[in-house]
């Protein structure tokens, strides 16, 4: 019998305050929203297989809905074009809310160094946790799945890097990167017209 048991039998009864409790809820049923966009989504499958057994940590909840979902996991080579799709689905979904950036694809663009695939989805995101790997191997994404339940239970985090190994380590806090998803002429007005900020 563990200490929780041991409180019970002594005791008959627990103490708690709500946030804990809903922090412990929050971080025991996280949701995914799996964005495989690429190579990368077949690791993320084996993630959710039972070899693996993802439902150890609450997340065997594949939710194919955003409004269902609380934690994003893109996975995959990002191009400009399907930027607006991942943006508008991260919208959709209910604060709070998680982004996993899955392989080297979504974190940097990886080897694709071309006009079309975006370098990183921290462009218009912001990412909670980086998984490295070509593709990452699923221990790698049970180990960043970790680090977000960890996130949610302290009050303060900071962007973490998940290598291979499943190592993690904390980045120093970058500025965020000012990237429009909108063409142009109409971030132009809409800075001129007062809606938005430079």
Do not use: H
């Not at 297989?49 to 439902?55: C, L, M």
């Not at 339940?149 to 890097?161: A, M, N, T």
């Amino acid at each position: 019998m563990g200490p929780l048991g041991e409180i019970l039998q002594r005791d008959g009864f627990l103490t708690t305050t709500v946030e804990a409790l809903v922090k412990w809820a929050q971080r025991n049923a996280l949701w995914p929203m799996p964005l495989g966009i690429s190579c990368c989504a077949i690791e993320m499958m084996a993630f959710a297989g039972p070899r693996f057994d993802v439902a150890r940590f609450g997340a065997e909840v594949f939710r194919f809905s955003p409004r269902q979902s609380d934690l994003l996991i893109v996975a995959g080579t990002v191009t400009y074009k399907m930027a607006w799709v991942v943006r508008k689905i991260y919208d959709q979904m209910p604060e709070p809310k998680w982004v996993i950036s899955m392989g080297v694809c979504a974190s940097t663009g990886g080897m694709f160094r071309s006009y079309s695939v975006v370098q990183g989805i921290d462009l218009f995101l912001p990412v909670d946790v980086y998984v490295s790997g070509c593709p990452p191997r699923p221990e790698a994404l049970i180990k960043a799945l970790m680090t977000i339940q960890e996130k949610i239970r302290r009050p303060e985090y900071r962007p973490v890097l998940i290598d291979e190994r499943g190592r993690a380590e904390e980045l120093p806090q970058r500025l965020p990167r000012r990237w429009y998803l909108e063409p142009k002429e109409v971030v132009e007005e809409a800075l001129l017209s007062g809606r938005a900020t430079a």
